[in-house]
């Protein structure tokens, strides 16, 4: 079975700074990786994803994540935060060789970011 | 190009109730997923069409949970009879078919049982 962890509940950061949101996945075969953000009534919001290729992905809103394999990581990461980044983040992973598109999510890592 | 539609996004039942969300996928968009996201949890898979046939409803309750897409287009989620922990955002999401990953979500329809 597949699983996400985001080890981190809450992240707390100064604007400015830069931030990392961890992630980490356990999937049989090849891994899919994904970010969502969800701001507070509102559904999720896709950031970015990993299928292949560049381990250095890049997304929306200056954010990026880097692919590990044999740390089995896929953290979220932006060189500079800005308040208005401050939202609940998940991360998601689907296992790539499967027949059925099926979506596992983390519990969520809420990002608090401070002026 | 307009996103994925849901409606109602509040409803506040009583247990025992029914209830029915909406949902209107972007347009194009094959792949059809309803989700339950318990507060402080991610958004679990309820059902997934592909077209106007299930994929996967492994995890749907099905002696109280029910879900059509009959022309492949919109879809409708229905609880009945509602329980207490059935409090819950309802999200669907569409992608434009299986090999393409992204899901694309809707607001979300907050559900509270009472």
């Known amino acids: 079975a597949q699983s996400v962890a985001q080890p981190e509940d809450q992240v707390n950061v100064a604007e400015g700074n830069p931030l990392t949101v961890k992630c980490t996945y356990s999937v049989s075969g090849n891994p899919y990786l994904f970010w969502y953000v969800q701001y507070p009534n509102r559904g999720l919001q896709f950031l970015l994803k990993y299928i292949t290729g560049d381990n250095l992905v890049k997304g929306s809103y200056g954010f990026e994540a880097e692919f590990n394999k044999s740390q089995t990581s896929f953290h979220l990461k932006k060189p500079s935060a800005l308040v208005s980044d401050s939202a609940l983040y998940f991360c998601a992973v689907r296992d790539g060789g499967g027949t059925a598109s099926k979506l596992t999510f983390g519990t969520g890592t809420r990002l608090q970011v401070t002026l | 190009e307009a996103g994925v539609a849901q409606s109602p996004r509040y409803k506040i039942i009583e247990k025992r109730q029914s209830v029915a969300f909406w949902c209107n996928p972007i347009s194009g968009h094959a792949t059809l997923y309803w989700y339950q996201q318990i507060l402080g949890q991610g958004p679990k898979l309820l059902i997934q069409f592909q077209n106007n046939g299930v994929v996967d409803d492994s995890q749907l309750p099905k002696d109280r949970f029910s879900a059509e897409r009959l022309k492949g287009v919109d879809s409708t989620l229905k609880i009945q009879p509602a329980k207490l922990e059935d409090s819950a955002v309802y999200l669907c999401?569409?992608?434009?078919?299986?090999?393409?990953?992204?899901?694309?979500f809707g607001p979300g329809t907050r559900l509270l049982v009472l």
């Open positions: 999401a569409s992608s434009f078919n299986r090999v393409q990953e992204t899901q694309y």
